[in-house]
């Protein structure tokens, strides 16, 4: 199975930061790679897939990148209602596998 | 609006069976592959099995092969997953998601299923 390598395990910023969160392919996953936010006591929702591609409705301050096997997940100015736990998963092969999560808090 | 509401939840003994359901609306439930895939109290996502549109084609991690069956009725616009042989690490919220490849577009708000004696 493809491993997935998420940090930092937990994050505190404050409100209009840049933030960043990692993910890390144990092998070569090319684009197929989605991030997922889920919300305290609601079900996870996709946020971006392809590695760059936003889903319906995601605001243009989150953005997906990748550099060979590692992918970010950035949010450009981080806003009250981004406090969550996000997930990367990749989406290459059989199982999907996610990373372990980021929980993100406000500072 | 697409949604999707898991149902047939519940605690159940060791080595028993539970069917969950997850009625479909919104989208043309044919066209799209369905997903189950479940979080452990505490814990992080984990998929679990997947069907194509048809029903053709069924895929499922290791851990529940053998035990857990995904099957879709296209006509009823629902999914289920037959769960036999249930063991305590089995316990978990179980959402029901929709998608292209393993993509999950659209989740479920999820039921919880114990295994517990």
């Known amino acids: 199975d493809i491993q997935m390598t998420q940090s930092p395990a937990s994050l505190s910023a404050s409100l209009e930061e840049i933030v960043t969160i990692t993910c890390q392919a144990s092998?070569?996953?090319?684009?197929?790679l989605a991030w997922y936010q889920q919300k305290p006591g609601k079900s996870p929702q996709l946020l971006i897939y392809?590695?760059?591609s936003l889903a319906d409705g995601v605001p243009s301050r989150f953005s997906g990148s990748r550099s060979g096997t590692q992918y970010s997940l950035k949010i450009s100015r981080l806003q009250v209602e981004d406090i969550g736990i996000y997930y990367c998963?990749?989406?290459?092969?059989?199982?999907?596998?996610f990373g372990g999560g980021t929980k993100l808090e406000l500072k | 609006e697409v949604q999707l509401v898991e149902s047939g939840g519940g605690l159940v003994q060791p080595g028993r069976s539970l069917k969950l359901s997850c009625a479909a609306s919104?989208?043309?439930?044919?066209?799209?592959?369905m997903h189950w895939i479940r979080q452990a109290p505490t814990k992080g996502l984990e998929w679990v099995a997947s069907?194509?549109?048809?029903?053709?084609?069924?895929y499922y991690r290791d851990s529940v092969k053998g035990r857990f069956t995904i099957s879709r009725d296209n006509a009823k616009s629902t999914l289920y997953l037959q769960m036999d042989s249930l063991r305590s690490e089995d316990t978990a919220t179980y959402y029901c998601?929709?998608?292209?490849?393993?993509?999950?577009?659209?989740w479920g708000q999820g039921v919880m299923v114990t295994v517990s004696s």
């Open positions: 998601a929709t998608g292209g490849r393993y993509y999950f577009d659209y």
């Open positions: 092998q070569n996953i090319g684009n197929w």
């Open positions: 069907i194509s549109p048809s029903g053709g084609s069924t």
């Open positions: 919104g989208f043309t439930f044919s066209n799209y592959g």
């Open positions: 392809g590695t760059t």
């Open positions: 998963q990749q989406a290459s092969s059989t199982p999907p596998t």
